[in-house]
């Protein structure tokens, strides 16, 4: 693509230098810069990608896009725009010719649920006879094609090359996870969606977002800015977000479970096998087969059909969709074993996710509760006391222990922990007392010790709850990302047989 080509398509405020050169490709890191490379100098929390502009230069870029004039070689171009977060998605989609103007376009946002309400769409638009491509927490994904994502929503670069890839393989449709920072730096700024998806807003990602206001705000971007024309939004009204959003968009398909929601459940019976009864929706009742378990996955899929509303599909589908769709990996993924005990992994890591998974388990009433649960590192410490607190209230055994410690002492991240814990426990057990059966906390730093000792107390009938990683392979100390699956782990575990 010329230059000129693409300016032509985008916002300037002032450009220099040659406009008859090609770009090859665009990049946002100064390291991958190259001949033939636009460089977009991103203006970050901690760095300045204008800073990186010579290094930029020096790996053979001549293509500079910026938000302040930096002095620029003759045989280089500079381009200044107001936001360069901006101008990089509007390029991104130019460079890689709008593949999203191609596929069926949905977006699902929210605090919780994102992952299992995608999973869910991809498996109802494939019964109306689509073939969806699937961006998000767990991967980027089509068919045989996939990726490690790096990001719930990818950056524009890799997201727009995704989208190509896909479209290019034959997806016809596109389900993604848009974050509501994705929403912020305007990652998603070159598309326009067919559906939008809410879910439910709950305390996250506060060490970037100043408050609840804030990340309210910029979740609803999504609905204000990247609707197409005609285009409507689903919708869970179950909570006070969700009743703004919908008080806002009157066109939206409500779902919840309360009756006057437009899609809601009526004859719902959820067990150990899965969901299964009829929910009310505009397209009459529905009948409702799914294999996923728990409260809060009924939510997802009243998230799910409401989506399959929208998107104007037969209700044939959106049936078969929910019955094919199989359990998300990390979201209460079993871990088979023969002690006659429920072993389950899930990726809950805020207060409310591991609320809802808790509710879930417990309603299958096991004989025990075993609970293994962290908090990451260099993320928002208010929620820690916040889980401390639901992982002892719901579990006969809460085993506190490390998640993503990062650059943050673990011990000291443990002990913002024990502050919610020590509402409903006063003290810590001992391995023995916890051995003999005794309700209460432990405190096991090392990961991989506390799941194994959790696996030695199990007994027939117990139910262990292994949170906040779910499908992550990897554990992140210092700055370092070590291999680490904690199915991985219990599995070798269980083969083990003894005490950790």
Same mark, same amino acid.
């Given at each position: 693509?010329?230059?000129?080509?693409?300016?032509?398509?985008?916002?300037?405020?002032?450009?220099?230098?040659?406009?008859?050169?090609?770009?090859?490709?665009?990049?946002?890191?100064?390291?991958?810069?190259?001949?033939?490379? $636009?460089? *977009?100098?991103?203006? !970050?929390? &901690?760095?300045?990608?204008?800073?990186?502009?010579?290094? %930029? #230069?020096? @790996?053979?870029?001549?293509?500079?896009?910026?938000?302040?004039?930096?002095?620029?070689?003759?045989?280089?171009?500079?381009?200044?725009?107001?936001?360069?977060?901006?101008?990089?998605?509007?390029?991104?989609?130019?460079?890689?010719?709008?593949?999203?103007?191609?596929?069926?376009?949905?977006?699902?946002?929210?605090?919780?649920?994102?992952?299992?309400?995608?999973?869910?769409?991809?498996?109802?638009?494939?019964?109306?006879?689509?073939?969806?491509?699937?961006?998000?927490?767990?991967?980027?994904?089509?068919?045989?094609?996939?990726?490690?994502?790096?990001?719930?929503?990818?950056?524009?670069?890799?997201?727009?090359?995704?989208? $190509?890839? *896909?479209?290019?393989? !034959?997806? &016809?449709?596109?389900?993604?996870?848009?974050?509501?920072? %994705? #929403?912020? @730096?305007?990652?998603?700024?070159?598309?326009?969606?067919?559906?939008?998806?809410?879910?439910?807003?709950?305390?996250?990602?506060?060490?970037?977002?100043?408050?609840?206001?804030?990340?309210?705000?910029?979740?609803?971007?999504?609905?204000?800015?990247?609707?197409?024309?005609?285009?409507?939004?689903?919708?869970?009204?179950?909570?006070?977000?969700?009743?703004?959003?919908?008080?806002?968009?009157?066109?939206?398909?409500?779902?919840?479970?309360?009756?006057?929601?437009?899609?809601?459940?009526?004859?719902?019976?959820?067990?150990?096998?899965?969901?299964?009864?009829?929910?009310?929706?505009?397209?009459?009742?529905?009948?409702?087969?799914?294999?996923?378990?728990?409260?809060?996955?009924?939510?997802?899929?009243?998230?799910?059909?409401?989506?399959?509303?929208?998107?104007?599909?037969?209700?044939?589908?959106?049936?078969?969709?929910?019955?094919?769709?199989?359990?998300?990996?990390?979201?209460?993924?079993?871990?088979?074993?023969?002690?006659?005990?429920?072993?389950?992994?899930?990726?809950?890591?805020?207060?409310?996710?591991?609320?809802?998974?808790?509710?879930?388990?417990?309603?299958?009433?096991?004989?025990?509760?075993?609970?293994?649960?962290?908090?990451?590192?260099?993320?928002?410490?208010?929620?820690?006391?916040?889980?401390?607190?639901?992982?002892?209230?719901?579990?006969?055994?809460?085993?506190?222990?490390?998640?993503?410690?990062?650059?943050?002492?673990?011990?000291?991240?443990?002990?913002?922990?024990?502050?919610?814990?020590?509402?409903?426990?006063?003290?810590?057990?001992?391995?023995?007392?916890?051995?003999?059966?005794?309700?209460?906390?432990?405190?096991?730093?090392?990961?991989?010790?506390?799941?194994?000792?959790?696996?030695?107390?199990?007994?027939?009938?117990?139910?262990?709850?292994?949170?906040?990683?779910?499908?992550?392979?990897?554990?992140?100390?210092?700055?370092?990302?070590?291999?680490?699956?904690?199915?991985?782990?219990?599995?070798?575990?269980?083969?083990?047989?003894?005490?950790?």
């Amino acid at each position: 693509m010329n230059v000129a080509t693409l300016l032509d398509k985008l916002p300037i405020l002032t450009q220099c230098g040659p406009t008859d050169l090609t770009v090859t490709a665009l990049c946002n890191d100064s390291r991958q810069a190259r001949s033939g490379a $636009a460089f *977009f100098a991103l203006r !970050g929390l &901690t760095q300045d990608g204008h800073d990186y502009i010579p290094q %930029a #230069l020096q @790996q053979g870029a001549k293509i500079i896009f910026m938000e302040r004039p930096v002095l620029l070689p003759a045989d280089c171009c500079g381009i200044v725009v107001v936001d360069c977060r901006k101008a990089l998605s509007q390029a991104a989609a130019e460079f890689y010719d709008h593949p999203e103007t191609r596929l069926c376009m949905v977006g699902v946002t929210g605090t919780n649920g994102k992952t299992t309400t995608t999973y869910l769409l991809e498996a109802i638009l494939r019964a109306a006879g689509q073939a969806p491509a699937v961006l998000g927490t767990v991967s980027y994904r089509f068919n045989a094609l996939q990726q490690e994502a790096s990001h719930t929503t990818p950056d524009a670069i890799e997201l727009f090359a995704a989208l $190509a890839t *896909f479209q290019q393989h !034959g997806a &016809t449709a596109a389900v993604m996870e848009v974050s509501s920072h %994705a #929403l912020h @730096q305007y990652r998603v700024e070159g598309i326009s969606f067919d559906a939008a998806v809410f879910t439910n807003l709950t305390p996250e990602h506060l060490d970037y977002h100043a408050d609840m206001e804030e990340y309210f705000a910029a979740k609803r971007l999504l609905f204000a800015e990247r609707l197409k024309p005609g285009a409507r939004a689903a919708l869970c009204i179950d909570d006070a977000y969700g009743e703004r959003l919908a008080s806002e968009f009157p066109q939206a398909i409500t779902c919840g479970l309360a009756p006057q929601a437009a899609v809601h459940p009526q004859r719902i019976k959820l067990s150990l096998d899965g969901i299964h009864g009829t929910f009310a929706s505009p397209l009459g009742l529905l009948r409702i087969d799914s294999r996923l378990v728990g409260p809060f996955n009924l939510q997802n899929l009243l998230c799910a059909v409401a989506a399959g509303v929208a998107l104007n599909l037969p209700a044939t589908a959106i049936e078969a969709g929910i019955a094919a769709a199989h359990a998300v990996p990390g979201r209460l993924e079993r871990v088979e074993n023969e002690r006659g005990a429920l072993i389950l992994v899930d990726y809950a890591h805020t207060g409310d996710a591991l609320d809802k998974a808790l509710a879930a388990v417990t309603s299958l009433q096991p004989q025990r509760i075993i609970t293994v649960f962290g908090c990451g590192g260099d993320r928002d410490r208010r929620k820690r006391p916040v889980m401390g607190e639901v992982a002892a209230r719901h579990s006969d055994l809460a085993i506190v222990t490390s998640d993503n410690p990062r650059t943050e002492d673990p011990h000291a991240i443990i002990a913002e922990i024990e502050k919610g814990v020590q509402q409903i426990h006063s003290r810590r057990l001992s391995e023995t007392e916890a051995r003999q059966g005794g309700n209460g906390y432990l405190v096991v730093p090392d990961r991989r010790q506390a799941i194994r000792l959790a696996v030695s107390l199990l007994a027939a009938g117990d139910l262990l709850l292994v949170a906040g990683k779910g499908h992550e392979d990897y554990q992140i100390i210092g700055k370092e990302k070590f291999h680490f699956d904690d199915r991985e782990e219990l599995r070798a575990a269980l083969s083990t047989g003894g005490p950790a």
